[in-house]
Protein backbone atom coordinates (compact mmCIF):
# COMPACT_ATOMS: atom_id res chain seq x y z
CA UNK A 1 0.00 0.00 0.00
CA UNK A 2 0.72 3.96 -0.57
CA UNK A 3 4.70 4.46 -0.75
CA UNK A 4 5.18 0.12 -0.09
CA UNK A 5 4.44 -0.21 -4.26
CA UNK A 6 7.71 -0.15 -6.08
CA UNK A 7 6.67 0.31 -9.66
CA UNK A 8 7.04 3.50 -11.61
CA UNK A 9 3.45 3.16 -13.25
CA UNK A 10 0.37 1.37 -11.96
CA UNK A 11 -3.25 0.61 -13.39
CA UNK A 12 -5.61 2.76 -11.34
CA UNK A 13 -8.74 0.82 -11.33
CA UNK A 14 -11.81 3.02 -10.08
CA UNK A 15 -15.72 3.24 -10.67
CA UNK A 16 -15.28 0.54 -13.59
CA UNK A 17 -12.88 2.83 -15.74
CA UNK A 18 -9.16 1.99 -15.58
CA UNK A 19 -6.32 4.66 -16.44
CA UNK A 20 -2.39 4.24 -15.97
CA UNK A 21 -0.47 6.75 -13.51
CA UNK A 22 2.58 7.02 -12.44
CA UNK A 23 2.86 5.93 -8.85
CA UNK A 24 3.33 9.57 -7.58
CA UNK A 25 0.15 10.94 -9.39
CA UNK A 26 -1.96 7.59 -8.15
CA UNK A 27 -0.68 8.36 -4.25
CA UNK A 28 -1.43 12.34 -4.29
CA UNK A 29 -4.88 11.33 -5.73
CA UNK A 30 -5.18 8.90 -2.70
CA UNK A 31 -4.15 11.45 -0.78
CA UNK A 32 -6.55 14.15 -1.57
CA UNK A 33 -9.86 11.44 -0.64
CA UNK A 34 -7.61 10.92 2.04
CA UNK A 35 -7.93 7.36 1.66
CA UNK A 36 -5.20 4.51 1.10
CA UNK A 37 -3.58 3.09 -2.59
CA UNK A 38 -4.07 -0.75 -2.28
CA UNK A 39 -1.89 -2.57 -4.86
CA UNK A 40 -4.82 -5.37 -5.86
CA UNK A 41 -3.06 -7.67 -8.55
CA UNK A 42 1.34 -7.20 -8.09
CA UNK A 43 1.90 -9.44 -10.52
CA UNK A 44 0.19 -7.66 -13.65
CA UNK A 45 1.82 -5.51 -16.05
CA UNK A 46 1.56 -2.59 -14.88
CA UNK A 47 0.51 -3.71 -11.43
CA UNK A 48 -3.45 -3.18 -10.36
CA UNK A 49 -3.82 -1.03 -7.55
CA UNK A 50 -7.79 1.11 -6.32
CA UNK A 51 -7.85 3.51 -3.97
CA UNK A 52 -9.86 2.94 -0.52
CA UNK A 53 -9.38 1.73 3.33
CA UNK A 54 -6.18 -0.68 3.90
CA UNK A 55 -8.22 -2.04 6.84
CA UNK A 56 -11.69 -2.30 4.92
CA UNK A 57 -9.63 -4.31 2.14
CA UNK A 58 -7.78 -6.26 4.47
CA UNK A 59 -11.18 -7.31 6.07
CA UNK A 60 -13.09 -8.57 2.71
CA UNK A 61 -9.57 -10.62 1.90
CA UNK A 62 -9.80 -12.49 5.19
CA UNK A 63 -13.37 -13.00 4.75
CA UNK A 64 -12.67 -14.68 1.99
CA UNK A 65 -9.96 -16.99 2.31
CA UNK A 66 -12.18 -17.86 5.39
CA UNK A 67 -14.97 -18.40 3.40
CA UNK A 68 -12.52 -20.25 0.51
CA UNK A 69 -11.43 -22.31 3.68
CA UNK A 70 -14.65 -23.68 4.64
CA UNK A 71 -15.21 -25.00 1.61
CA UNK A 72 -12.51 -26.80 1.21
CA UNK A 73 -13.11 -29.20 3.84
CA UNK A 74 -11.02 -32.59 3.59
CA UNK A 75 -13.59 -35.21 2.99
CA UNK A 76 -12.85 -38.85 4.21
CA UNK A 77 -14.37 -41.98 3.82
CA UNK A 78 -16.03 -43.34 7.10
CA UNK A 79 -16.80 -46.73 7.40
CA UNK A 80 -19.49 -48.63 8.74
CA UNK A 81 -19.48 -52.27 9.15
CA UNK A 82 -22.29 -54.57 9.57
CA UNK A 83 -22.19 -58.69 9.67
CA UNK A 84 -24.98 -61.27 7.96
CA UNK A 85 -27.66 -61.47 10.94
CA UNK A 86 -27.82 -57.68 11.80
CA UNK A 87 -31.28 -57.10 13.18
CA UNK A 88 -33.01 -54.07 11.99
CA UNK A 89 -33.01 -51.77 14.64
CA UNK A 90 -29.19 -51.94 14.08
CA UNK A 91 -29.13 -51.36 10.69
CA UNK A 92 -31.46 -47.91 10.99
CA UNK A 93 -28.87 -46.70 13.95
CA UNK A 94 -26.25 -47.94 11.15
CA UNK A 95 -28.13 -45.39 8.91
CA UNK A 96 -28.82 -42.49 11.39
CA UNK A 97 -25.17 -42.54 11.71
CA UNK A 98 -24.35 -42.57 7.75
CA UNK A 99 -26.88 -39.88 7.64
CA UNK A 100 -24.32 -37.53 10.22
CA UNK A 101 -21.26 -38.64 8.74
CA UNK A 102 -23.01 -37.11 5.26
CA UNK A 103 -23.97 -33.99 7.28
CA UNK A 104 -20.44 -33.26 7.32
CA UNK A 105 -19.85 -33.90 3.71
CA UNK A 106 -18.18 -37.58 3.88
CA UNK A 107 -17.94 -40.25 1.84
CA UNK A 108 -19.57 -43.50 3.76
CA UNK A 109 -18.28 -47.23 3.19
CA UNK A 110 -20.91 -49.96 4.07
CA UNK A 111 -19.07 -53.18 4.54
CA UNK A 112 -21.34 -56.56 4.82
CA UNK A 113 -19.07 -59.32 6.39
CA UNK A 114 -19.71 -62.81 5.84
CA UNK A 115 -18.09 -65.35 7.93
CA UNK A 116 -18.41 -69.65 7.59
CA UNK A 117 -21.40 -70.94 6.35
CA UNK A 118 -22.62 -67.50 6.03
CA UNK A 119 -20.32 -67.57 2.42
CA UNK A 120 -22.90 -69.83 1.00
CA UNK A 121 -25.80 -67.13 1.23
CA UNK A 122 -24.14 -64.41 -0.90
CA UNK A 123 -27.35 -63.27 -2.40
CA UNK A 124 -28.98 -62.72 0.88
CA UNK A 125 -26.26 -60.11 2.28
CA UNK A 126 -25.68 -58.34 -1.03
CA UNK A 127 -30.07 -57.56 -0.81
CA UNK A 128 -29.92 -56.59 2.68
CA UNK A 129 -26.84 -54.02 1.70
CA UNK A 130 -28.95 -53.01 -1.68
CA UNK A 131 -32.02 -52.40 0.81
CA UNK A 132 -29.81 -50.03 3.15
CA UNK A 133 -29.10 -48.36 -0.06
CA UNK A 134 -32.32 -47.89 -1.20
CA UNK A 135 -33.13 -46.65 2.60
CA UNK A 136 -30.64 -44.14 2.41
CA UNK A 137 -31.03 -42.75 -1.48
CA UNK A 138 -33.39 -39.79 -0.29
CA UNK A 139 -29.66 -38.55 1.18
CA UNK A 140 -27.39 -40.16 -0.83
CA UNK A 141 -26.28 -41.21 -3.77
CA UNK A 142 -23.96 -44.43 -4.70
CA UNK A 143 -20.08 -43.33 -5.53
CA UNK A 144 -19.34 -46.79 -6.02
CA UNK A 145 -21.54 -49.75 -6.40
CA UNK A 146 -21.86 -52.68 -4.65
CA UNK A 147 -19.06 -55.19 -4.99
CA UNK A 148 -17.71 -58.10 -3.42
CA UNK A 149 -14.46 -58.24 -1.80
CA UNK A 150 -13.21 -61.75 -0.86
CA UNK A 151 -15.63 -62.74 2.16
CA UNK A 152 -17.54 -59.15 2.16
CA UNK A 153 -19.42 -57.20 -0.40
CA UNK A 154 -18.83 -53.10 -0.18
CA UNK A 155 -20.77 -50.12 -1.00
CA UNK A 156 -19.45 -46.86 -0.56
CA UNK A 157 -22.01 -43.63 -0.89
CA UNK A 158 -22.05 -39.74 -0.58
CA UNK A 159 -24.69 -37.12 0.04
CA UNK A 160 -26.59 -35.85 -2.96
CA UNK A 161 -25.74 -31.97 -4.07
CA UNK A 162 -28.08 -29.57 -2.33
CA UNK A 163 -28.90 -26.94 -4.51
CA UNK A 164 -28.52 -23.37 -3.33
CA UNK A 165 -26.98 -23.66 0.59
CA UNK A 166 -26.47 -26.30 2.31
CA UNK A 167 -29.68 -28.51 3.64
CA UNK A 168 -29.20 -30.08 6.38
CA UNK A 169 -29.79 -34.01 6.63
CA UNK A 170 -32.46 -35.30 9.09
Known amino acids: ?13 TDGEAETLTIE ?18 KANPPVVKIG ?12 EKKQR ?35 RHLVKFVVRLRGRELTNKGYAEEKLKGLVDQLSDVAEVEQEIKKQGNQFIVIMRAKK ?9
Open 1 to 13: MNEEIRVPEVLLV
Open 25 to 42: DAIARAREMEMDLIEVSP
Open 53 to 64: DVGQHMYQVNKK
Open 70 to 104: AHNKQTEVKTLRFGFRTEKHDLERLMDRAREFMED
Open 162 to 170: SQGSPAKIV
